[in-house]
DNA sequence: TTGTAAGCGTTATCAC
DNA sequence: GTGATAACGCTTACAA
């Protein structure tokens, strides 16, 4: 496949490179009318199409940001991804996306690789050990973004659920619907991950305030796979809890097996109520109440501090920037 | 952000650039070891890395192939693009996901983009009325693979599904549990979208085959939002079906939603199967009976066949290659 | 208004 | 064993 170069198209309309070039970035402000047509007859005829990767070195700007997701099976990593590549888009941005499987080794992987590749800046789901990598592209001004999970040591702006507010929804929820003993299963909080510590403290932090036992038996950050087993033993308790808070999508699922498989009427035997919106919560029977992510303007955002840093904009807030979550009333509690 | 170039690390190990390139291809067969000790003290001190764009424009080839999918709202779509991404970057191969959102020009549009950015070869899950692009890529031999859907005029490889066993699958699981009016819903037909057309028309080969009447009624490919009414119509009839075939991921939450909304209990009222073996359809209650596609298997095969055409390899099938679905029996049916 | 030439950071050829 | 030097396809001063 042999492709057709500026020079070809060039020769073609008896004009230089340069000139091919202007008229490719629509400089024809001095361009004779006819060379113009000349350009544009050779180009159409030749079916050019401009090298990007050379236009890329010259530039020393891609056009090109990567995601890296830390988990992309949780269905809020997926769509914000689509939102961000939507935006994106729309300023001419390519998104190559990848996921570290919770591995901070590939996510260093990814880094480098993208890194290699160029890429204008880097939108990540950090997975927190990776400290000095951050700080070392930080440092370098590199243009970066967190998303969902905040770094302790690390100066990046960061687009986050506003995960007290978010638990504090949930309990009223659970409290306003005459709930007692209520609990709230995550996944495993080992690596203190952000949302995960957050939602747990911030359950807690609400039932005080609602008057709620904390009963530290239903609160947990279970380890993948673990979670019926911990499911099996919270309902063996002398007095179960009348509701579950799921920390997010796939713990959802994992309650709603282990309902179902124990014949757990709901919401009679065992309210719930989940942070994270996802699809299947309104299709479900019954209905489950939900605590949403305001996923749109979460990605829309990212995507714009992210071109800001891109663009050279240095006034940007280096903080921590929480986005409300909002109540999904349904039938689960 | 200052980027350290081939040149500082040369000009610090006290070699010229051809030897510190040399170095990176791992071509030390003559190269003396102090020589080498020099070059990678220089690499590690100025933490140089390597270039991918200006190598990308030297060698012609940008270890990066384009996916673009006609619609990223099924599940199906992210599951295979994850798989094709797993494949490819064991190859060190890097992906860059496009949405055509069923839109043909977006599609060409993304087309364009990505052989612009010089991508070494394209997944196309195809729209079906852009032949002529695909065509054009194809006589200038550009790896193309395509997934999902064939397109009838041109030869290129294509992943698919079985669909004709697969609908023979769901027929037999439907006679076999004693139904008799049943239906298949698939979304909207108009442009003889492959999967559609198939699993309707291999529906009503297996009702044939099973004996079981095929009543046009309940065959329906629905325009997106029309299902509901569409679903309606078909329980205001005299006789309603007793089971139905969900023609895919979207399609089955919409008979759920309405199933729930009209109080029919699932099988009793309305039996269901649906093609695509979607996770919540373990988790729902009761758990629904599904037609898996060997999705790994696609994305494998897919990746692996891009690759083989990239890498030049001239006598790859043109054919459509079919994967066999599994019946995944649960309580829906 | 258009052309010339240098340069972006690599790799490849061949000379030393 | 190592180093000049010329590409790769494009942009951009600056010259004409």
């Not at 006819?34 to 180009?43: F, G, M, P, S, Y």
């Not at 510590?197 to 709620?212: H, N, S, T």
């Not at 282990?258 to 109520?273: F, S």
């Not at 501090?305 to 039938?331: C, H, M």
């Amino acid at each position: 496949m042999k492709r057709v170069t500026m020079a070809d198209v060039a020769q073609k309309a008896n004009v230089s490179k340069s000139t091919v070039s202007q008229f490719l970035n629509q400089r024809y402000e001095f361009m004779g009318v006819k060379t113009k047509q000349r350009i544009e007859k050779a180009i159409e005829e030749l079916g050019y199409q401009p090298n990007m990767i050379a236009r890329s070195l010259k530039q020393k700007s891609s056009t090109t940001v990567g995601v890296i997701v830390a988990n992309i099976s949780h269905e809020f990593s997926t769509r914000i991804i689509q939102v961000i590549e939507h935006s994106l888009h729309q300023l001419n941005y390519h998104v190559i996306v990848c996921n570290a499987e919770d591995n901070p080794e590939k996510e260093k992987k990814y880094i480098d690789m993208l890194l290699a590749k160029q890429v204008d800046g880097l939108i990540i789901f950090p997975t927190s050990t990776n400290v000095n990598v951050y700080n070392e592209l930080n440092v370098q001004d590199f243009p970066l973004v967190f998303i969902d999970r905040f770094v302790p040591e690390v100066e990046v702006p960061t687009i986050m659920l506003d995960n007290k507010q978010a638990l504090c929804l949930a309990v009223k929820e659970l409290d306003r619907a005459g709930y007692e003993r209520v609990g709230i299963l995550t996944n495993s909080t080992i690596f203190n991950v952000a949302p995960r510590v957050e939602r747990i403290e911030g359950f807690k932090q609400a039932c005080r305030k609602y008057g709620l036992p904390v009963d530290e038996t239903f609160i947990r950050g279970v380890e993948t796979g673990k979670m019926t087993e911990e499911l099996r033993g919270i309902f063996q308790s002398h007095e179960p809890p009348e509701a579950l808070v799921a920390g997010n999508d796939l713990v959802l699922m994992d309650i709603l097996k282990y309902a179902r498989d124990h014949h757990l009427r709901i919401p009679d035997d065992l309210a719930i109520i989940a942070v994270d919106d996802v699809s299947f919560s309104s299709i479900y029977n019954p209905a489950i109440t939900t605590i949403a992510q305001p996923i749109e303007k979460m990605g829309e955002k990212a995507s714009e501090i992210l071109i800001e840093k891109i663009l050279g904009n240095k006034n940007i807030e280096k903080d921590i920037i929480r986005f409300p979550a909002a109540l999904v009333k349904r039938s689960s509690c």
